[in-house]
């Protein structure tokens, strides 16, 4: 005889005799005729089945179609039928649904009122994502949101509560499952069910059960193991317990590392992450899983355990093939940690969709620079081999050369030998493995100090390829290398002004001027462009970087249109792209934010000018002249026609002005926004003639995701 109990919108329930995998979507409405919780995918992606689950951690959203009774043991459960009070009162959330006209054909409804309901209760206030788990087809987005806004900072109704201590005394038995405390009992559960099934948050399993009927035979459940759920940091290593929720993973990795964090944001939904925990997201060794990558990246340690057996295994070294795991019968994961380290990671997800989406690529690079020079390097991808994959040849492609602007151009060739990606329906293998080189570009790109976050970003400058390598090489604002932005400043400033020359002749006198933030910050960071002692570069850049998390009015004086135009010639983006590129509009970077109006190039120098004088930084005037001075020197040292950065590699203690020539310039090429470029047939070499996308104005807008 087993039973299970659990509290039901407030009342104490008792379910005998369940089957382990009977889900409490079935139960609800099968069983208690609770209807008011919907049947959607019956696969976790739509929120129409969502509940309220509370247990002694706090109250969350979970999706009932995956949810197992034995998981709710203990919990309280609270369905859209237990959201309104005793006397019919409505919760806050409903009143604002209605008064929002937050609902048309109302089946989405009960999930989004649920949701919305468990967000209230924690006071959460970032909306799109608590509900970015919940679709509906009819209303629209923003009534629903605002409807939640409009609930934000009204008291949580006292029927809310859920009074768990009204469940002690239940006892559970059954030797089909278990319900383990400790890791202890789990380990001797599993060596004498080799081949039982464990059961974390069942966002997998429970689709075994409901799409493919799969009997799972005997189960265990590890969502009551305390032990197995903590999340330690210390100064230098991070462990995280294998039934530890992806939820609580991203709250405790947000302040170390806010980019892992970041992904797990968009890992599945709040309802997915709230029940999927890490260790299931390992051992499923699915190749687009999103935390392998950036854990490979991590330098991650698994810990696994058989009976009192414990070993540890490189996580890189346990994803063996499609399939297959370093992992034998019994032995189940008991934690993975790694070392806490200065925060260098950045993870990308690619997917089709930004939330509730499993990528189509994910890219997680971990790269170390000291004095311009790549020291190690750690990059791993999930989506582009039949298991999450280091990219060592990519790796080995970096370390020891200059982390400059070509450093990503160097390694093109490397992901070929790294990876043969599939085609699937998610992407195409040349997809993929372009979309892998671009996340390098795109790292080096926003070390570089670029924004290039589609969301951040708009609209698009579009220049030709010798101003794209100039365009990489934005102050160094993020990396730890003051050498690095002398050498690239110098081309950003060069390319900038040689595309604003040619805004200048080919625009009418009243055409909008280049953008003054992109300008104004390669300019800040080109005073290191003169700078031959290192820690004279140093300070600079320290300066650079103070201005452009303060006021972000680095030097604005930079947009002096004679440094554009007299400096640096020969990159001819077409007059099109450089003046469309110039709306003054939405930067967030200087003064010209504050006015609205297009400008006209005049206006731009007069403005230079006296935002030069008015600069509240005594340091940055002088930095002007120093970058005009260096773009001279650039040009006239080796790039009359252009003035892309040199490929530092060879000479990394080179940081002051030197440059190559840049491939001429191809008109056709201008019109096109591919990135990065395909390779052509012949091999693997870049084209040097693509365009490229610079970094537009800073956004101020809020996301969008309706
Ligand atoms: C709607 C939806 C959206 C999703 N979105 C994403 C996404 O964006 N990114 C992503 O990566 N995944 C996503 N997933 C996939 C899924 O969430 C993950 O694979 C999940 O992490 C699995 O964890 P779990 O705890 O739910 O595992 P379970 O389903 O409980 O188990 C999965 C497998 O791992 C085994 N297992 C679990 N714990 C252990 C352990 N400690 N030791 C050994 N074996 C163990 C189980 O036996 C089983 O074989 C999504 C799933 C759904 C349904
Ligand atoms: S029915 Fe769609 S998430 Fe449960
Ligand atoms: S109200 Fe119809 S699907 Fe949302």
Known sequence: ????????????????????????????????????????????????????????????????CILFLPQLHGCAVRTVEGISGPKGELHPVQQAMIDHHGSQCGFCTPGFITAMAAAHKNGRTDHNDQLAGNLCRCTGYAPIIRAAEAAEDKPVPAWMEEDLSRLSGITETRDDWARPETTVELAKWYLDHPNGTLIGGATDVGLW????????????????????????????????????????????????????????????????????TIGG???????????????????????????????????????????????????????????????????????????????????????????????SARIAFGGMAGIPKRARAV?????????????????????????????????????????????????????????????????????????????RAKPATKTDDPELSAVAAAAALAASAAAEEVAAKATPADAPVSRADTKSEN??????????????????????????????????ASDTPETSSDDAKGTEASASDASDAAPETGGDKSDAADKSAPKTADDSKSDAASNGDDTSDPTQKPQTTEVTDAAKEAAKDGAPENSAPQDTAATPDDKTTDVEPAPKADASATDTAEYPAKPDDAGETPPDQVAIILPPPAKDTPEDKS
Not at 241 to 254: L, P, S, Y
Not at 363 to 373: A, D, E, P
Request: proline residues 4%; contains cysteine.
């Open 395 to 471: 790796e080995t492609s970096l370390i020891g050369k200059s982390w400059d602007a070509n450093a990503a151009d160097r390694s093109w060739d490397a992901f070929k030998r790294d990876f043969t990606p599939l085609s699937d329906m998610r992407a195409s293998a040349e997809y993929r493995l372009e979309a892998a080189r671009g996340m390098l570009m795109r790292y080096l790109l926003e070390d570089l100090g670029a924004d290039t976050r589609v969301l951040d970003v708009s609209p698009p400058v579009i220049v030709e390829r010798s101003a794209s390598d100039a365009a």
């Open 209 to 276: 059960v409901t799409k493919n009927l799969k009997d799972l035979g005997p189960v265990a459940f590890l969502n009551n193991i305390d032990d197995m759920s903590d999340i330690r940091i210390t100064d230098d290593l991070v462990r995280i317990g294998a039934a530890a929720t992806i939820a609580d993973v991203m709250e405790a990795i947000t302040p170390i590392y806010p980019d892992f964090a970041e992904l797990l944001r968009r890992y599945g939904s709040a309802q997915v992450r709230n029940a999927a």
């Open 281 to 375: 997201n390992i051992a499923n060794a699915s190749p687009i899983g999103d935390t392998p990558p950036a854990l490979i990246a991590l330098g991650a340690t698994l810990h696994l355990r058989r009976g009192v057996e414990r070993r540890d295994v490189l996580l890189e070294n346990y994803f063996i093939d499609y399939g297959k795991q370093d992992r034998v019968p019994g032995e189940f994961i008991e934690a993975v940690s790694f070392p806490r380290s200065a925060d260098r990671l950045k993870c990308y997800k690619l997917s089709k969709r930004f939330d509730q989406d499993i990528s189509a690529v994910c890219g997680c690079f971990n790269v170390r620079v000291i004095h311009g020079v790549v020291t």
């Open 1 to 64: 005889m087993s039973e299970i109990a659990f509290l039901l919108n407030g009342e104490v329930t008792r379910v005998a005799d369940a089957a382990p995998t009977r889900t409490l979507l079935d139960w609800l409405r099968e069983d208690r005729a609770l209807t008011g919780t919907k049947e959607g995918c019956n696969e976790g992606d739509c929120g129409a089945c969502s509940v309220i689950v509370t247990d002694k951690s706090g109250s969350r959203s979970m999706n009932a």
């Open 523 to 556: 300019t800040a960071a080109a005073t290191d462009a003169r700078k031959t002692d290192p820690a004279e570069a140093a300070e600079s850049a320290e300066k650079t970087e103070t201005a452009d998390e303060g006021s972000k009015a680095a030097a604005p």
